[in-house]
């Protein structure tokens, strides 16, 4: 695998399913690959462009998880540093267990809701590894609605996610994938981003059989096999 930069935490939402290889052909619709899966089956993470998705078994989560539930996480190289830079700025919970699939960071959100980030772990064992093309037009953008817009603004800044985008949504991000931040109650949207034309995205996600994406202003929607509504937002360059 690839590893990132030591610097890098990169946005990886995860998401409890019942139908991993279902969310996997319907992601590779959205410029999304197969980078680990688990060779016993129950995990799977994708690649973007920019960012991840992860898929985990619903039925064998031993942390609650729901199918349909999408949680906001990472995946960080250098979480001693990234503990140090939540300590500083006031989230002094922010702890490092040492999981039998290698190290995790844990704290508590502005939200009140604790937060994951797994180490990068290059050990292959019992994964099957694949070195996909990653498709440039993508990333990955989940929609992170919060009641605590500027704390939870100021949290994600000590993982290096730097403003992208002004109100009416605020969005946090760059190489490492997107965080849209939205007003409401605490919960996590699976999303993405593409500067791709979303008439033309929804085309191709109605010919595979997902009739109810259609494209209201500036926002395709669609259902995807876990029965939620994933959201793509139109992406331009800085």
Do not use: K
Not at 48 to 55: D, T
């Amino acid at each position: 695998m690839t590893a990132p930069r030591t610097d890098d935490c990169i946005v990886r939402p995860l998401r409890f399913t019942n139908d991993i290889a279902a969310m996997r052909d319907f992601l590779g619709l959205l410029g999304l690959a197969a980078r680990v899966e688990s060779r016993r089956g129950g995990w799977l993470d994708l690649v973007a462009g920019e960012g991840m998705v992860a898929l985990h078994d619903a039925a064998t989560s031993d942390s609650g998880g729901v199918a349909g539930q999408t949680r906001l996480s990472f995946e960080g190289a250098d979480l001693d540093a990234l503990a140090a830079r939540l300590a500083d700025a006031g989230w002094s919970d922010a702890v490092i267990l040492d999981e039998a699939y290698g190290r995790a960071l844990s704290v508590t959100d502005p939200a009140g809701e604790r937060l994951w980030v797994d180490g990068y772990n290059d050990d292959d064992y019992g994964y099957r590894v694949h070195e996909p093309a990653r498709d440039q037009r993508w990333s990955v953008q989940p929609v992170r609605s919060t009641p605590v817009l500027e704390a939870y603004g100021r949290f994600l800044g000590c993982f290096g996610l730097e403003p992208y985008a002004a109100h009416p949504a605020l969005v946090l991000g760059g190489h490492v994938g997107l965080v849209r931040l939205e007003v409401g109650p605490p919960a996590v949207q699976l999303g993405l981003a593409t500067p791709e034309p979303l008439e033309e995205v929804a085309e191709r996600l109605r010919a595979a059989g997902h009739d109810d994406a259609a494209v209201s202003g500036a926002v395709l929607a669609v259902t995807d096999p876990d029965g939620q509504v994933v959201a793509v937002h139109p992406r331009t360059r800085r």
